[in-house]
């Protein structure tokens, strides 16, 4: 009779195993002078990884990419296990205990027809969550790390304030605010002061990520497919330029336009 399958269960424990080895006395000397800190940079590199395979369809790398994505959870663990902080049993039990009782209208007897109850609700049982625990009041936007890419925390405390009351009535008046901060920056720029036109750029961007809350459109993903259709397009320039034996630095604008526009035509 041949073995059956491992479960998932048995495959992530094989993981957990594998860590505690390369963490262990004999295990391996990089992995063992790793720190909590240490490790951050893999876990931002490792998560930008996992939205590109997305963002390339690429479901082959997606499959890679969140084994890689998995070990930060459990690298992070087996250090905090070592200390006598926690161990990723742990953590399995915490996130399965929250999505089970922020879930009422799945797991009870709630009711939420739609993603925005859906989320009004979890935003409920999260602050009924902190008054259990004896946790003072946050404000609004404390829970917003500040520690995320501006963008998307831009992105979260537009939708935050915008849920609370405070935000524009129309898209009418989100886009009289885009021309207005517009007009600031040219004056701040005819000012030629670095701090005014650092801060009107950072009030335009703010107000971009708003007006695209208002068309529904993530802006995070809208730039990071204008990223994408940049590159696609100069490297149709670079090789143009490369068939004639040239490279952009040493090519006029006219020639790199040129070929901009047959890549845009394509």
Known sequence: MSESTPTAGERFQQLVDVMAKLRSPGGCPWDREQSFDSIKPYTLEETYEVLDAIDNRDWRALCEELGDFLLQAVFYAQMAAEEGLFRIEDSLDAICTKLIRRHPHVFADGDAATPGQVKARWDQIKEEEQKERGEEPKGLLDNIPRAMPALVQAQQISSKVAAAGFDWENLHQVSEKVREELAELERARA???????????????????????????????????TNAKFRRRFAYVERGLAVQGKTPAGSSIEEMEALWRQAKAL
Do not use: S, Y
């Open 191 to 225: 000012g030629a002061n670095p701090g005014d036109i650092e801060a009107e750029i950072g009030d335009l961007f703010f107000t971009l990520v708003n007006l695209a809350r208002f068309l529904k459109t993530d802006p995070e993903q809208a730039l990071r497919k």
